[in-house]
Every structure is written in C-alpha cells, then in structure tokens.
C-alpha cells in the first residue's frame, strides 16, 4: 500500500435532506492499489461510490459532512464532468450501455472528455480490444442485443477509454456465470498491474473480491465495521461466518446460520 490516491474522510450522505445512509464512512485506496467495500445490499456500497463520483445530486443526496479527497485536492464539491477530466471514472451497477449503439460506439464515448488526439483514442481502443478480445469480434454489434458478460466489458472498456487513474466498479459480478465472473476479475488484475488503474470495487460476492483485492472495507448500515488487508479478512471468524458462508465445521448454508449465533466482534 503505497501514498493515498484517493481519501474518504468521516464522510455522512442525506437523500431528500432526511434519509441518513451513510453514517461516518472513512476509506483509502492508494496508488496502485484495489480496494473492496463489502457489505449486503442495502449496506451502503453504492452510496459510497457515488459519493465519490459525485453522481448523488442526480439522486437527491449530498455528502453533508466529511470530505472526499482525490490526489490530495478535495473533489466533493465537484460535478462529475470535472471528475472524469481528473482520472475518475465510475462503471454503474447493472452494465448500462447505450443499447442502440454498437459496441464500437459505446466504447469511443468514453473518450468524450479527452483532448489528446485521434491517435491516441485509437491507440486505447485497440488496447481495450486486447484486453477484451470478445468486444473487437462484437463491435459492430448493438449493444442491446449483446450478452450480460460482453456488456459488462463494454462498460468496463468504455471508462477505459477516458484514460482513468481510479476506476469505481459496483457490482461487477451481478448476474454474470461464475465463469465470467473470474474473467471479468482477472482482468481487473491485469489492468491494476499493467496499466497503472487503481480499483474501489463494491461487491457482494466477498469470496471473489477478497481474492483480488488488496485491502477490504465492510459496510453494515452505512457505517464501516471493519477493515484490514484482504487476506486477513479472509481468515477473520466473522466474515468466514456472515460473508462467506463457512464456519468452524466448514462450509454451511446460510439457512442454517443463525443470524447473530455468534456475536459479531464489531457490533460488541
């Protein structure tokens, strides 16, 4: 774990100036760095990426106490334009893509905001078709009629596209094969080593994510409720019980977990 890249500080978010969601979230991710946030639905993952990306004004939020700092500048007060210019780029839960452009067309806005040159778009277009060689045989197809997985990598690549140093990804795993789930990863890893892209991942399949990641946060309720390198959280007690399904006769299922049979150390 090397500088911070980016520095959430204590941060709070209200919806419609009443909804309290996230309540003293504080995280890092460094240079280089892949970063989890883990939690159930509902916890507060999304939120936190959004706080980030500045997209919560679109959803009536705003962070109202705290500060969110990119490259040591404070970058909440930001509109997400201004973001993207410095090297932040969000992929939203659910692979939206413009469904009635191509694969091409989509990736290529992703380079809206440069101002480097034809060459050089073009240049990271064949590098997002290395990286996703399934995309560069689809491209001229609409991405509407595309499967759930290549739309996946066409979000991915499409914020590629904008040349990112952080790139914030919620919920890449949600409703893809598990095959696909461990490829999409494993070039999250090689983008992370060989292009220089720091990753803030928000997932619910804590088993993959602890395995590419660096570090982890966990989110209960909006608030953080443990942290630690990834593979000290794996080996913690807790998270095998709650979050990955085993406990001390291994692997079980969660009907037969009692909710809080042990108690959570966080919640003592």
Same mark, same amino acid.
């Given at each position: 774990?090397?500088? *911070? ?12 100036? +009443?909804?309290? #969601?996230?309540?003293? +979230? ?36 705003? +962070? ?17 334009? *201004? ?19 191509? #694969? ?23 590098? +997002? ?24 990598? /066409? ?53 993959? *994510? $602890? ?22 959280? /794996? ?31 966080? $919640?003592?």
């Amino acid at each position: 774990m090397t500088s *911070a890249l980016l520095s959430v500080n204590n941060i709070e978010v209200v919806y419609d100036h +009443v909804i309290l #969601v996230l309540k003293g +979230v504080s995280l890092t991710v460094p240079e280089g760095g892949v970063v989890a946030l883990l939690g159930a639905n509902g916890a507060g993952k999304t939120t936190t990426l959004k706080a980030v990306s500045n997209l919560l004004r679109a959803e009536r939020g705003e +962070v109202t106490r705290g500060a969110i700092t990119y490259r040591g500048e404070r970058v909440d007060r930001l509109d997400p334009h *201004a973001l993207v210019t410095r090297g932040v780029t969000q992929v939203m839960e659910g692979r939206h893509c413009f469904e009635h452009l191509t #694969v091409e067309e989509n990736l290529l806005t992703g380079a809206y905001t440069r101002k480097d040159g034809r060459a050089a778009v073009a240049r990271d277009l064949q590098m +997002v078709y290395g990286y996703f060689p399934r995309l560069q045989d689809r491209r001229t197809a609409q991405a509407g009629y595309i499967s759930g997985g290549e739309q996946q990598m /066409t979000a991915i690549g499409r914020a590629l596209m904008a040349r990112p140093s952080l790139i914030l990804l919620d919920e890449p795993s949600m409703g893809l094969a598990p095959q696909l789930v461990e490829e999409i990863f494993d070039i999250v890893r090689r983008l992370n080593r060989e292009e220089g892209v720091s990753f803030l991942l928000a997932e619910q399949n804590t088993n993959i *994510a $602890l395995r590419y990641a660096d570090y982890g946060y966990i989110l209960e309720n909006g608030r953080v409720v443990l942290d630690g390198k990834a593979s000290t959280l /794996t080996e913690n007690a807790d998270v095998k019980e709650f979050y990955l399904g085993l406990g001390e006769g291994g692997r079980k299922s969660y009907r037969e977990v009692k909710h809080y049979r042990r108690r959570k150390r966080w $919640l003592a």
